[in-house]
T-cell receptor
Framework: DQQVKQNSPSLSVQEGRISILNCDYT??????FLWYKKYPAEGPTFLIS?????DKNEDGRFTVFLNKSAKHLSLHIVPSQPGDSAVYFC?????????????????FGQGTILTVHP | NAGVTQTPKFQVLKTGQSMTLQCAQD?????MSWYRQDPGMGLRLIHY???????DQGEVPNGYNVSRSTTEDFPLRLLSAAPSQTSVYFC??????????????FGEGSRLTVL
């Protein structure tokens, strides 16, 4: 049972436009969500995160939105650049709010391949 | 700082062979974990450790063993390789209770093919 789902395997966007990557989850115990970016032949690298007590977190060109009632989050990249072309993974964990610990355990989605065309 | 180092980067095994994937981190991180990445499946947790001498199973532990004798090292052992273990393996670490933001630091991966 896939608790974190990224239903779009791929997304193609023109340089300068907005990229929107979506993620859905089923486990209501998840209280912290992260996005990772992965280039070929490299390990995933952390991009941005959001706590379940917030509905938006922004870091430069990257913004993550969380809709708890819909169990849905999205990553917006504005403006998109060719260097953003990579696989993006959504991930979730429990027990991190209120001073808890994740134990280093993340549940990942399947990933979305983003291609930004010049 | 090398971060998280995995060896080997590539390995081809025959069914039934055993091998160990090595992982070392130099960030004094408390937590370490192993994930495998398969097409259409994302990354799935195999085993994790919250400190030296403490390990536990993740989502897909069958066919794998781990141990954590030091803070720095967390090897993953394949006891009797099967074609279903063909995958890309990632080791990750995180600070743990000294500053847990959920963020994991990943190695570059080890691509394993079992024939």
């Amino acid at each position: 049972d896939q608790q974190v789902k990224q239903n779009s395997p791929s997304l193609s966007v023109q340089e300068g436009r907005i990229s929107i990557l979506n993620c859905d989850y089923t486990n209501s115990m998840f209280d912290y969500f992260l996005w990772y970016k992965k280039y070929p032949a490299e390990g995933p690298t952390f991009l941005i995160s959001i706590s379940s007590i917030k509905d938006k977190n922004e870091d430069g060109r990257f913004t993550v939105f969380l809709n708890k009632s819909a169990k849905h989050l999205s990553l917006h990249i504005v403006p998109s650049q060719p260097g953003d072309s990579a696989v993006y993974f959504c991930a979730a964990t429990t027990n991190l709010n209120a001073g808890g610990t994740s134990y280093g355990k993340l549940t990942f989605g399947q990933g979305t391949i983003l291609t930004v065309h010049p | 700082n090398a971060g998280v180092t995995q060896t080997p980067k590539f390995q081809v095994l025959k069914t039934g062979q055993s091998m160990t994937l090595q992982c070392a981190q130099d960030m004094n991180h408390e937590y370490m974990s192993w994930y495998r990445q398969d097409p259409g499946m994302g990354l799935r947790l195999i085993h994790y450790s919250v400190g030296a001498g403490i390990t536990d199973q993740g989502e897909v532990p069958n066919g794998y063993n781990v141990s954590r004798s030091t803070t720095e090292d967390f090897p993953l052992r394949l006891l009797s390789a099967a074609p279903s273990q063909t995958s890309v393996y990632f080791c990750a670490s995180s600070p743990g209770t000294r500053g847990d933001t959920g963020e994991l630091f990943f190695g570059e991966g080890s691509r394993l093919t079992v024939l």
